[in-house]
């Protein structure tokens, strides 16, 4: 799926007042699928142990079922621009809210861990469209005024869905008294943090039919006339409707459709900087910031920390991640991408490494001695903060703009794709992993924190105030 067409050098143009309103509500309702995007993602968190406790399975099958749906998040996020290009963005925003709403029935009610394994898939897959079509989605309804600001709702709904899903297992356990497996509404607490999700999945796929089609699907389409009165509606009257529209139907005419082909070169497969984009991926993933958000439950029982203490730690942690978040979305333009990974990546050395410290000590009567304790928990913390002040959200800005504009659709594909494997592998390894050694799974996630350092200086080269044709 193409992106919407940039706006023209002259000026950018403001939605009237009246109409600004709208707008907003409009980008809102569309970042409802980020919102589900974090949710979905992170509410396995407060199921873990229980569902380790009822199909009693050891650590490799049971990260199997958690990572499961990344597979699906690939697939989706593959396909979501195809699907969207044919048959629009809206009808594509109904799909994922159905898939959302039967994965969370599904997983609410499993017969038997399979089960419970494919509906993690469709999960997942609503978790790729989402993740692809409601950038997408914002970008092209957006007035050029407010783009920046009106795009960074999706990212804001990301963090706060995750936020969000915490605070409900919170809610859902202390309801069950402390007991992931208590009885409530005539389920175990877990699947009821699993059928919650039900709630925001209705309201998402209701919000879908309240909000307009992309003026720039339905001109690919031929609908020039709705497409008008959309742009007025978002835009405002005082709109030159017939230059707006010459506009996006040049702008499609002069877009490179690029292919995987066109990434080929160099000495090792990919052109060089197809490679630095991958290998932003990777690190951000590599650092272990989704141990954070699937496993921290499971995690502070481990060593020792009461269940009902561990989810409500798993929520200040997401509110920290929250926090985080609009930190990188004030500074990313001021002080640029490079001066943030970095200091992101410094951040998380110390946070990861006073955890590798802390878990390194024997537990005594089931805990970690009460300073190690508590220092493992305020460094838990000092990672994400860091993690989400930086590599969170500029890996992402990275992405848009680093790859010359012939290559740039392609290449974000891959990179992307490079992120969803190496989320699955950190996710399907780190219960086997932390079996074997704690502190050394955390050393070797304080490793990669400390490359990626290196890795910035030397072959990301800094984006902040060039124009994407500048990119080469």
């Known amino acids: ?101 039967v994965s969370a029935v599904g997983s609410a009610l499993p ?18 469209m989402a993740s692809v079509i409601g950038p997408a989605y914002i970008a092209e309804v957006a007035p050029p005024a407010y783009r920046g600001r009106l795009g960074s709702f999706q990212q804001a709904a990301i963090v706060i869905g995750i936020a969000v899903s915490q605070l409900v297992n919170w809610g859902v356990l202390n309801a069950a008294d402390g007991d992931q497996r208590g009885t409530l509404m ?11 999700m039900v709630v925001p999945a209705v309201l998402y796929g209701l919000l879908s039919f309240v909000i307009p089609e992309s003026p720039r699907f339905l001109i690919s389409v031929g609908k020039h006339e709705r497409a008008r009165e959309i742009l007025t509606e978002v835009e405002g009257k005082g709109v030159d409707l017939d230059a707006r529209v010459t506009e996006i139907e040049h702008a499609m005419k002069s877009e490179h459709k690029s292919s995987f082909k066109d990434l080929l070169g160099g000495g090792f497969l990919f052109k060089p900087i ?9 690190f951000q993933q590599f650092v272990g910031i989704n141990v954070a958000f699937y496993y921290s439950s499971t995690l502070w029982q481990s060593v020792g920390v009461d269940p009902t203490d561990s989810f409500f730690y798993s929520f200040t942690t997401s509110i920290i991640n929250i926090v985080g978040t609009v930190i990188a ?17 410094v951040g998380m050395v110390v946070g990861l490494a006073l955890e590798a410290w802390a878990f390194s000590y024997h537990l005594v009567d089931g805990k970690l001695p009460a300073t190690q304790g508590w220092i493992a928990l305020i460094a838990a913390h000092i990672f994400v903060l ?19 504009n012939k290559i740039r659709a392609a290449a974000l594909g891959v ?54 044709e500048e990119m080469g």
Not at 12 to 17: D, G, V, Y
Not at 186 to 196: H, I, K, N, P, S
Request: proline share 3%; net charge positive; charged share 10%.
């Open 1 to 101: 799926m193409t992106s919407t067409a940039q706006a023209p050098k002259s000026g950018a143009r403001a939605a009237h007042p009246e109409h600004l309103g709208h707008v907003i509500f409009i980008a809102a309702a569309a970042a409802m699928g980020g919102f589900l995007f974090g949710y979905d993602s992170s509410v396995i968190n407060g199921a873990v142990e229980a569902i380790r406790d009822r199909y009693d399975v050891g650590s490799a099958a049971l990260a199997q079922v958690i990572a499961i749906a990344l597979i699906g998040c690939a697939i989706g996020a593959a396909t979501a621009g195809r699907i969207a290009d044919r048959i629009g963005r809206i009808r594509c925003m109904q799909i994922a809210a159905v898939l959302f709403t």
């Open 111 to 128: 017969f038997a861990l399979y089960d419970l394994a494919f509906w993690r898939v469709v999960g997942g897959f609503a978790i790729g």
């Open 186 to 196: 005539g389920l175990e607490a877990w699947q009821v943090m699993l059928g919650v």
């Open 274 to 282: 197809v490679w630095v984009g991958i290998g932003l991926s990777v």
């Open 329 to 345: 979305m004030i500074f990313v333009d001021r002080i640029g991408r490079r001066p943030l990974a970095i200091i992101g990546s």
């Open 386 to 404: 860091f993690f989400a002040l930086s590599w969170g959200v500029v890996v992402w800005v990275f992405l848009g703009e680093m790859f010359p």
């Open 415 to 468: 990179a992307a794709a490079a992120q969803w494997i190496a989320n699955w592998a950190i996710t399907a390894s780190f219960p086997s992993l932390a079996d074997w050694n704690l502190s050394a799974t955390y050393v070797i996630y304080t490793v990669f924190a400390a490359l990626s350092i290196p890795f910035v200086l030397k072959f990301v080269k800094e984006t902040k105030g060039k124009a994407l």
